[in-house]
């Protein structure tokens, strides 16, 4: 009769253990979708024999615990790749802007030949569409026609001139606001860290790697966390993890130790710093660098040319239209950044120059402005720019265009090198559905089994207890 006992308490727990693994298994299936989600598996454990007067007889089996199949290696590395991809993303987000912000395109162009890629809304054409009515005003120097067009295409190339340098200042400034609004979600990543730090330590006290569902967690949250800023991991006793960033030395910098976060993470409009003793952080991946770099470099060299272009334009047709220095500048004089480029206020269509005090006829000034579209300058020379004005420009343009085409394709290669690290990782930590169906099924075999043999010991144990009645 004990021994009947004995195999009915070995059959609950065999019951106890398959139910465990059919509630993990259709977890499984319900997270299968899921990318934050690691596979688990339940950890059958032999609850060891007695000895009985037939012999040694054994005792059942348990579940032991819940296992989380993951690869520390492969999340480590899954959020170096992230970080990158997110650092190629924002930059790529940053160029589109800043083509629109210019309002032509900005692929790549032969910029020894001139030639660009421009529509009628850029500065190029504008340019174009200026020496072009000067070349018009010197083939009829006295008609008001065409000075009155000569000067609308001259406000016009000072309106795009201003609205792009805005445009362009405008993305830097939306870049700017962007970052930091990245810093403020690390920050909140961090501490949401750091309590989950608290919680796994507390729940695997005495379970070990038992916190499986806040692991879920946490590690969806690092790599968020990864996607704004280059991190490194270090896991700790007690389930807890360090973060740690890099100097721009290379050094490491503790965001998040035992103790919680060590200081929040600063931006002050040019570098971010962190750590308890604030430290000028070097990453070189994430959005945030993405953005910084891109905004800092692409886009300021971009406007930086577009103030070149508007001082030479300002000296060169001043000095040809007022070759005596006596007479009036076309341009305003201290207008030689692209923001304040502008026609000066005094010429009209009535005073506007063909020469410089010749006859009726003459249009030595209007062929000399006309000429300055074919004249090639050089910064050897003490000028602002190199080559004349539309390679000038084109090569700009082009400087953003190959940054735009880099960033294209260092976004796709990055995205094929980050799927395949998260196939690799999803070998080990995905949910597969034909295992899941597979385990499942075993799993309901195993318990009808063990059900079985219940129903089969509580049909004795009646028989037995029937019998001793009688």
């Known amino acids: 009769m004990s021994g009947l006992f004995s195999s009915l308490s070995a059959s609950v727990q065999a019951l106890t253990a398959q139910s465990r693994a059919l509630e993990i298994s259709g977890k499984n299936l319900a997270n299968v979708n899921n990318p934050d989600y690691a596979r688990q598996r339940v950890q059958f454990g032999d609850l060891g024999t007695i000895e009985t007067p037939t012999g040694p007889e054994s005792m059942g089996i348990q579940a032991l615990g819940i296992e989380q199949l993951r690869d520390s290696l492969l999340d480590q590395q899954v959020m170096r790749e992230g970080s990158l991809s997110a650092y190629y993303q924002a930059q790529q987000s940053a160029y589109q802007r800043a083509q629109a912000g210019l309002g032509q395109n900005v692929g790549s162009t032969d910029a020894t030949s001139g030639s660009s890629t421009t529509t009628d809304n850029g500065i190029g054409a504008a340019l174009d569409d200026f020496f072009n009515a000067y070349q018009s005003l010197a083939a009829s120097p006295t008609d008001t026609g065409q000075r009155q067009a000569l000067l609308q295409k001259a406000q016009i190339l000072s309106d795009r001139f201003k609205s792009t340098d805005e445009r362009l200042g405008q993305v830097q400034a939306d870049l700017g606001t962007q970052i930091t609004t990245d810093v403020a979600s690390v920050n909140t990543m961090l501490q949401n860290v750091a309590a989950l730090n608290i919680q796994i330590a507390r729940l695997e006290i005495n379970r070990p790697g038992g916190a499986v569902d806040l692991r879920d967690q946490r590690q969806a949250v690092l790599e968020q966390l990864a996607g704004k800023l280059p991190i490194s991991i270090t896991e700790a006793s007690g389930g807890q993890v360090l973060i740690n960033a890099k100097d721009s030395s290379g050094s490491p910098v503790a965001l998040v130790t035992l103790t919680g976060v060590t200081a929040p993470v600063t931006f002050n409009g040019t570098q971010l710093s962190a750590g308890a003793t604030p430290t000028v952080l070097g990453p070189t991946a ?39 220095g006596s007479t009036g500048n076309f341009f305003t004089a201290g207008g030689t950044t692209a923001a304040t480029f502008t026609v000066d206020s005094t010429v009209t269509a009535m005073n506007l120059k063909a020469s410089d005090g010749g006859a009726a006829g003459d249009n030595t000034v209007a062929l000399a402005v006309a000429a300055l579209a074919d004249r090639k300058f050089s910064t050897a020379g003490g000028n602002a720019i190199n080559g004349t004005f539309t390679t000038f420009y084109s090569t700009a343009v082009s400087g953003l265009g190959q940054s735009l085409s880099a960033a294209n394709s260092q976004v796709s290669n990055q995205s094929s090198i980050e799927q395949l690290v998260r196939t690799q990782r999803d070998s080990v930590s995905g949910v597969s559905l034909d295992e899941e169906m597979a385990n499942l099924l075993k799993y309901q075999r195993a318990f009808q089994a063990s059900s079985r043999v219940f129903s089969t010991i509580d049909s004795l144990l009646d028989n037995v207890v029937n019998q001793l009645g009688r």
Not at 286 to 299: T, V
Not at 305 to 320: F, I, M
């Open 286 to 324: 994430g959005s945030i660098q993405g953005s910084l770099s891109a905004r800092d470099d692409g886009i300021q060299a971009m406007r930086d040319q577009l103030d070149q272009l508007a001082e030479q334009l300002v000296t060169s047709v001043n000095a040809a239209y007022n070759p005596s």
